[in-house]
């Protein structure tokens, strides 16, 4: 093996065990004469000790030895933890095929056969070196990327715990807060009613004003909580076998007078059997914010079209608008948490509607896919259609 080899990282160290000083002097001399450093021992008995002691990268081992053989030798050499996985190659005047598969069995990699030839030696010396040289480096990265893995799964360990952390917090907060919020508005509401009553009409308009901000915030609070209640799978006590045909057509009468106000033709088709076990207030939640998004970015005397489908086991739930749709920079992002894209900054609403609705078909193990509808936006639940 040359200098310029790049798997050298210093000469390589070769066991030659043979009981023939002719045969030793000859393999060690051509061995040398290859920049490799040589180790000898003259039974199996001594090979055993300097293979232990030496660790050499290779072991060229005659099979016809007194005392203990060459078969036996390799045999426990594969059976001792230090030396079983440095390769064998048999020096042998044994050429029958039965006793070459003993060899293999024994764990030979290779066989040299005598008289010894030097060239045909040096190459497959070489050989067996290379591939224990590269087998080294496969083992050497396949423990750093273990450690990677590890160090990844630990980094991502403590990610989702922090991340649960800070959403345990706002859970609380939204918990805790919903409460008095909601005495706060009823107060307001008290309010409003007695100065409508007395005639004070000047402070009405700031009165409605503070109750649909304080609604605003009850409705985000609100949102969070059943976002909270999802992660935790909570919510998979409520499923139970339904139609999301009734599902999707309640929703969509319920839009109805949005879609007439806003000029928006609001049109449903349901296809095939749509039965399935979900949680049908979630489902309905999901739909409508849906169905709402549509319409919200509809353009006067535009289309929101809603089509409920079964493919196998999933069933599907599109609502295509014929809006300014969603950038494909900003798909991947729709669904979270508060983020808000450049078209729906000028429209009502702080970000949770596709969240919830992603939230939603995870939990019914499905998921949320946008498309282009050229012009406008296809959302699509897919939620599992198993009974």
């Known amino acids: 093996m040359s200098s310029t080899d790049p798997f050298d990282t210093g000469a390589p160290i070769v066991l030659v065990v043979d009981d023939t000083p002719a045969n030793l002097g000859l393999v060690v001399e051509c061995l040398e004469s290859n920049n490799l450093r040589v180790a000898i021992a003259r039974d199996g008995m001594e090979a055993l000790r300097r293979a232990e002691l030496a660790q050499p990268d290779l072991i060229l081992l005659d099979v016809m030895m007194p005392g203990l053989d060459g078969f036996e030798t390799c045999r426990r050499l594969k059976a001792m933890e230090k030396t079983r996985?440095?390769?064998?190659?048999?020096?042998?005047?044994?050429?029958?095929?039965?006793?070459?598969?003993?060899?293999?069995?024994?764990?030979?990699?290779?066989?040299?056969?005598?008289?010894?030839?030097?060239?045909?030696?040096?190459?497959r010396v070489d050989t067996h070196l290379k591939l224990r040289a590269l087998q080294q480096l496969q083992e050497k990265h396949n423990v750093q990327l273990q450690q990677e893995v590890k160090t990844r799964k630990q980094a991502e360990e403590a990610l989702i715990e922090v991340i649960n952390g800070v959403r345990n917090v706002s859970n609380a907060i939204a918990h805790d807060l919903r409460t008095p919020l909601t005495e706060l508005r009823s107060r307001l509401e008290v309010l409003t009613i007695?100065?409508?009553?007395?005639?004070?009409?000047?402070?009405?308009?700031?009165?409605?004003?503070?109750?649909?901000?304080?609604?605003?915030?009850?409705?985000?609070?609100?949102?969070?909580?059943?976002?909270?209640e999802i992660d935790a799978g909570v919510r998979?006590?409520?499923?139970?076998?339904?139609?999301?045909?009734?599902?999707?057509?309640?929703?969509?009468?319920?839009?109805?007078?949005?879609?007439?106000?806003?000029?928006?033709?609001?049109?449903?088709?349901?296809?095939?059997?749509?039965?399935?076990?979900?949680?049908?207030?979630?489902?309905?939640?999901?739909?409508?914010?849906?169905?709402?998004?549509?319409?919200?970015?509809?353009?006067?005397?535009?289309?929101?079209?809603?089509?409920?489908?079964?493919?196998?086991?999933?069933?599907?739930?599109?609502?295509?608008?014929?809006?300014?749709?969603?950038p494909d920079a900003e798909k991947p992002k729709a669904t979270e948490r508060f983020y808000r894209g450049d078209a729906s900054r000028g429209t009502p609403g702080v970000g949770l509607g596709l969240a919830l609705v992603k939230s939603v078909a995870t939990l019914h193990r499905g998921s949320l896919e946008f498309t282009d509808n050229t012009p406008g936006l296809i959302a699509t639940l897919k939620v599992s259609g198993r009974l």
Do not use: W
Request: with cysteine.
């Open 85 to 123: 996985d440095i390769p064998v190659i048999f020096m042998t005047s044994l050429t029958r095929t039965e006793e070459k598969i003993t060899g293999f069995r024994a764990g030979a990699v290779d066989y040299i056969t005598k008289p010894l030839q030097m060239e045909e030696l040096a190459a």
């Open 194 to 228: 007695t100065s409508r009553r007395v005639g004070n009409e000047e402070i009405l308009p700031e009165l409605e004003v503070a109750l649909t901000d304080v609604d605003r915030v009850i409705s985000i609070f609100n949102a969070l909580l059943r976002l909270a």
């Open 236 to 326: 998979r006590s409520g499923f139970a076998p339904c139609d999301l045909s009734a599902i999707v057509s309640d929703a969509v009468e319920f839009y109805q007078p949005v879609a007439e106000l806003r000029n928006v033709t609001l049109l449903l088709e349901c296809v095939g059997d749509l039965t399935a076990v979900a949680d049908q207030l979630l489902l309905a939640q999901a739909i409508g914010n849906l169905i709402d998004n549509a319409l919200k970015f509809a353009p006067d005397g535009g289309e929101t079209r809603v089509v409920a489908i079964r493919h196998g086991d999933m069933i599907s739930i599109s609502v295509a608008d014929d809006g300014p749709g969603i």
